[in-house]
């Protein structure tokens, strides 16, 4: 059974490139979750105990769980925007742009969240974006 897929594979292209596309996803992840662990220096997550350091991965997949949303979000924005105005080959360009990007976020920063409980405002944010 597994040489059916494997001929299959070779002779579609289309399927080739869907799988690459979902490998280079799967990498993405992986080295989103590792520079994650590596924030304050460290070369991985650690933890004295088998509870510190699953408490560590969880906090990790957690913060890399937190910048993908955001990042879907702001795309979700970025492409209503887009859909607005008619701008076909932006349309084009955002459905290619991954959001497990992270090289736009400090992750060394300090972060003081006092919102006031305001939510962020998405729309005036993507409103000054423009992609060409």
């Given at each position: ?15 080739e490139r869907s ?17 994650i662990a590596q ?15 699953e408490i560590s ?76």
């Amino acid at each position: 059974m597994r040489s059916i897929y494997t001929l299959r594979y070779l002779r579609d292209p289309q399927l080739e490139r869907s799988v690459h596309r979902s490998q280079n996803r799967v990498e993405s992840y992986h080295q989103l979750r590792s520079t994650i662990a590596q924030v304050g220096g460290k070369k991985e997550l650690t933890g004295r105990t088998d509870i510190e350091f699953e408490i560590s991965n969880q906090c990790a997949r957690l913060i890399a769980n937190a910048i993908i949303y955001y990042n879907s979000a702001i795309l979700s924005h970025l492409l209503t925007k887009c859909e607005a105005s008619g701008n076909a080959k932006a349309m084009a360009l955002i459905t290619k742009i991954s959001p497990v990007a992270w090289r736009h976020i400090l992750l060394n920063g300090h972060y003081t969240f006092q919102s006031g409980g305001k939510m962020i405002d998405l729309d005036t944010l993507v409103a000054g974006l423009e992609l060409r």
